[in-house]
């Protein structure tokens, strides 16, 4: 299952190559926020919340996110500093892999969110974030074709 998490984080930092700033957090369609940028912020959330924070149960705060503003990740992009956000992206996704390395797909996990009472398998997570990905690399696809007409993966 690594190979399809790592195919898809490929394919977003691949949707985000080459841009400048202004193109990276350029909205997708009115009424819509939804930017590149946004989307690379949200993914490096995503990982460390199932990646780390469930599979792996290690106490680590989330990078833009607080209780006081959840979508910090999708909507505070234009203060952004674009490098740093997309450093800190493949720094998250080195860490969930190492995270994860050792871990059974069958091994069952806590949940660290909103229902502390639901379990799931490691095995669940990955799905569940190939999911993520595949959704989000559809938005990313259509964002980067406004952008500049590029398309594929």
Not at 113 to 129: A, S
Not at 134 to 149: K, S, V
Request: aromatic share 8%; charged share 30%; net charge negative.
């Amino acid at each position: 299952m690594d190979e399809w998490v790592d195919f898809h984080r490929a394919t977003l930092l691949m949707k985000c190559d080459g841009l400048s700033f202004d193109q990276l957090t350029m909205r997708s369609v009115e009424p819509s926020e939804l930017t590149l940028l946004g989307l690379v912020r949200h993914m490096s959330e995503v990982e460390r919340g199932w990646f780390r924070r469930h599979a792996a149960r290690e106490n680590v705060d989330f990078y833009c996110c607080t209780n006081d503003d959840p979508d910090a990740d999708l909507l505070g992009v234009d203060s952004a500093d674009a490098s740093v956000d997309l450093a800190h992206f493949v720094e998250e996704c080195r860490l969930s892999r190492g995270a994860t390395a050792n871990l059974s797909l069958d091994e069952v996990v806590p949940s660290r969110g909103d229902h502390p009472e639901r379990t799931r398998n490691v095995r669940w997570i990955y799905l569940h974030m190939i999911e993520e990905y595949a959704r989000h690399n559809g938005h990313a696809d259509l964002i980067r074709e406004r952008i500049d007409g590029a398309t594929g993966d």
